[in-house]
């Protein structure tokens, strides 16, 4: 590869003395050497601008400037339009680059004459000191028309500016530029895309991302607040380039799932609501009928997993409205259902769904003709145990971490045991009943989940310790299926791809056989949006 394009990196820093060695070390040890690294100091209070400075005597690629403080999104602007690079990338200062960043994003643009490249990285947490990857991005992929930069939108990539490499004259003469706002990576990620005429994704993690430090802008408890000011930003800008039609399906598929990650974040039930409703506002204002753009609303009853399908079939704010999980039919349909205990959970969405398991959540669904229906058995594998006063418990892994786990257990139920599997068909018989009397012309869906036998990354690498186990439980969901199946006609059976059944290796929450992967749930929801949208287009004709 040549080594006379000069590449310049842009680091924006304000109050980041502790982090900086870290992250300038890893940009003068970057195995591609023509480059030239602009510190930029936005006003720091603390040691930030003395680090910058001993850093520049060092180095003479660096440049170090001192500025007001103006925030990061006009501090990268100005990086960019100082800049003496072809190419331009940013690294925030508490985050760093691998080593080979610059040389493998480099590389790429110049094979394909790319105007944008885009990297994978790997999550870091300061708090178990492990790393996890991030994006999930396994294949390498080349967009170079409107069409396939629509798809890369409609994919969801992440919307952050660091990671990537960009041709400077991209930013400067379609006027690029990042507001002074939290979140300034996604007003202006769309226009990045659209402007490119070629867009390289790569898989490869060129940058470690920093995800737990507790005073990062992307923690900071305006940012909801702030990301209406860039959903308006964004529209805007692509007006203004004249592009908003051409791509307005991607842009609300980018804007909507950003707002549907920061309301995720909320902690405050009442604070959520009121930002959501603001959301819906600003989008039916931005994007008149975008509800019928996004997708369908999913009540969900099963596995994370399952809801992971449901977000990527939908891209509405609110995709999975109903989601009944850590639970089984048995819980649901049996026993007593009238009692009331009061779960201690440290996390409230685990502490909700076991107080469902409690009183039988199935009384939450409230169908209409706008939800769909998506269900799988993988939370079914746990014992149930009967306390004294007839309530009935699933033993899933968020009841083992709350105050339920010391209930007085009167009997326990085996989970794949003939009581178990008795218990269970009489439970599903009244699940079937359940769905014959909601009495709405809703899809429904039974999903194929499985325990894996194996986890890795992009593929099955490693395989567990407990194959007989694995292979009990696999058994036992093919039987459950199948009963469900023959009991109900109306469900829908989706399979993913066998080679797709494996665990993630890296997941922050573990590696477990139940924690399946992305690849998974983007092949069942292809399946799953393919039949739909032939459903639909069957309905439209009839009408007719």
Known sequence: MTTDILVSIIVPIYNVYPYLDRCIESLVNQTYRNIEILLINDGSTDESLNKCVEWG????????????????????????????GEYVTSVDPDDWLHERCVECLLHNALNYDADM??????????????????????????????????????????PQFWGNIYKKNLLIQHHIMQPATAAQDVAVLVQCIACSKVVVRIPDQVLYYWNDRDDSISNRSDKGEDYIEVIKYSVNDMKRLGLFNEYRHGQLAILMTTASSILKKYKSYEEKIILELKYKALF??????????????????????TRWVAQRVSQSLICTPIHICFTGLISQFMGETNLDYVVEHPNP???????????????????????????????????????????????SEAFEESSLKEMKVKHTIKFASEEFMDFWKKACKKFVSFLEELNVQVPIYLLKMRFAKGYGKFSCEELFSDQGEIETINDKLSEMENFFCSSYKKVIYIEGEDELYFAKSEYSFGVKPYYLNPYLCEDIASKVKKIFQISNSKMSIEKR
């Not at 005597?57 to 003496?84: C, M, S």
């Open 57 to 84: 005597k060092k180095d003479d690629r660096i440049t170090v400037i001192d500025k007001k403080n103006e925030k990061l999104g006009p501090t990268r602007n100005y990086g960019v339009h100082i800049a003496e």
């Open 117 to 158: 490249v885009m990297g994978d990285y790997v999550s870091y947490s300061e708090k178990d000191r492990r790393e996890y990857a991030a994006s999930n991005i396994s294949t390498f992929s080349v967009f170079d028309s409107t069409e396939k930069k629509i798809m890369l939108m409609m994919q969801r990539p992440r």
């Open 284 to 305: 039916d204002e931005l994007f008149p009928g975008w509800q019928e753009e996004v997708g369908m609303k999913w009540a969900v009853y099963g596995s994370f997993n």
């Open 349 to 395: 969405t685990r502490a909700k769904a076991l107080r469902a398991d409690i009183l039988g959540g199935m009384a939450s669904f409230t169908i209409t003709d706008e939800v769909g229906i998506l269900i799988d058995f993988l939370d079914e594998c746990h014992d149930v145990i009967i306390t004294d006063e007839d309530v009935y418990l699933t033993k």
